[in-house]
């Protein structure tokens, strides 16, 4: 309400400005007869009335005898010279040019133009504004934006964009606002100045193996809403690698890279050997065992002239499951648990398939189903004696509890 407010006001004391200019000029080129000039184009009024004045009193002063006809003569011829030197254009500032349109269709469309510059601030104020923030100045935007967890983007991404050129700034700090710099660009829309933000960060640390893939993992993912795997994805996720053989972010992006090249068996290896780090109650060991199989199928199915259409967790949603809060975890495990379920049962046959769920409804805590899946493997399987095991354990802590 405020807000539309204010536009009324700002409306109407633009309209107290241009009224007057709009009638003065509207007055002044109504009280001109036809064939008159506008004396207030023709020079300088206030000398043109003094000479006017000097012939006048040159007049009366021959008509009462005390100017002779001679120095009336030359007097009036005086005047009359500077008379004609006033503006040498009197004669063509007479002769004025037609107006270019009509005086109504200058001010409608002045009036129609203020209109649409009032109508697009507003809508600018309300598609990038925030009526319901508290009045807070400049400087104390910038100050509340020290802290990461702050509602207000817009001052957050200006004190990234400040400290990151603060060289007093240390290291490891900088390199933090960088990246989280460029998560913010990235998710703003902003595509350049966020690779340019994470290309700063490996130029602050050029041997963090986990930045590089990070890094690597934010080109490919842009690259593959155009449908291409960029050339500088494999270049940052390579370099990862060779930091560091084993980091698990790297090892992922470039399973996903390779397969968008068509190469399963080493996408597979790669991840088999990222999941050989992680602990089977890690919640990162699901998405793993998940993308296993979606590459299998997606093997398959090359092998078979088809496409498969059920594609794996993406890098983003490896790297965000170390970093969710408990509740967004269990929901992202128990939506994988389900998909895994629902393949099951259509594919019953399917051993490792039953191993991986068990060992997911153990994450989940859920010992009873759990148990089903386990009970579902035969009795020589390599994983059937461990998984019975820990459900047995996790049973009597429950019953102990």
């Known amino acids: ?111 129609v133009g203020l209109f649409l510059v009032i109508l697009g601030v507003l809508g600018f104020y309300a598609r990038f504004g925030n009526p319901f923030m508290p009045t807070m100045g400049y400087e104390a935007r910038l100050v509340a934006a020290v802290d990461a967890e702050t509602n207000d983007h817009a001052a957050r991404l200006r004190y990234l964009e400040i400290a990151t050129k603060d060289e007093a700034v240390a290291d490891q700090e900088r390199l933090d606002m960088n990246r989280e710099l460029a998560r913010r660009y990235i998710a703003g829309g902003e595509v350049i100045q966020g690779l340019e933000a994470m290309r700063s960060a490996t130029q602050i640390a050029p041997q963090n193996a986990d930045l590089w893939a990070e890094f690597a993992e934010m080109i490919f993912s ?35 890279i390779l397969t968008e090249d068509g190469r399963y068996d080493q996408a597979i290896g790669l991840l088999l050997t990222l999941r050989a780090q992680v602990p089977d109650i890690e919640p990162l060991a699901l998405a793993v065992d998940q993308r296993i199989l979606e590459v299998k199928e997606l093997a398959k199915q090359a092998a078979a002239g088809g496409a498969s259409d059920a594609p794996g967790p993406s890098a983003e949603d490896v790297a965000a499951a170390q970093e969710m809060s408990a509740d967004d975890r269990n929901a992202m495990i128990e939506g ?66």
């Open 1 to 111: 309400m405020i807000f539309a407010l204010l536009a009324l006001v700002c409306l109407v004391s633009l309209t107290l400005v241009i009224w007057p200019l709009i009638s003065r000029r509207r007055g002044d080129q109504s009280s001109l007869k036809p064939g008159a000039v506008d004396e207030s184009l023709i020079g300088d009024e206030k000398s043109l009335q003094v000479y006017r004045d000097q012939l006048d009193e040159i007049e009366r002063d021959q008509q009462r005898g005390v100017l002779p006809v001679d120095q009336a003569e030359a007097a009036r011829m005086e005047v009359k010279r500077r008379l004609l030197a006033l503006p040498r254009d009197l004669d063509a500032r007479r002769h004025t040019k037609p107006a270019l349109m009509k005086p109504w269709v200058a001010n409608t469309g002045l009036a």
């Open 222 to 256: 842009l690259g593959m809403s155009q449908g291409v795997v960029p050339p500088a994805a494999r270049q940052a996720v390579g370099r990862s690698l060779q930091l560091d053989p084993a980091n698990p972010r790297g090892l992922f992006v470039s399973s996903l």
């Open 336 to 401: 994988m648990v389900q998909r895994l379920a629902d393949r099951l049962a259509d594919e019953p046959d399917d051993m490792e398939g039953w191993a991986r769920l068990a060992n997911a409804y153990l994450v989940l805590g859920r010992l009873e189903d759990a148990r089903k899946a386990a009970e579902t493997l035969p009795e020589g399987h390599a994983q059937r004696a461990g998984l019975m095991a820990r459900i047995e354990a996790g049973e009597k802590a429950a019953a102990g509890n």
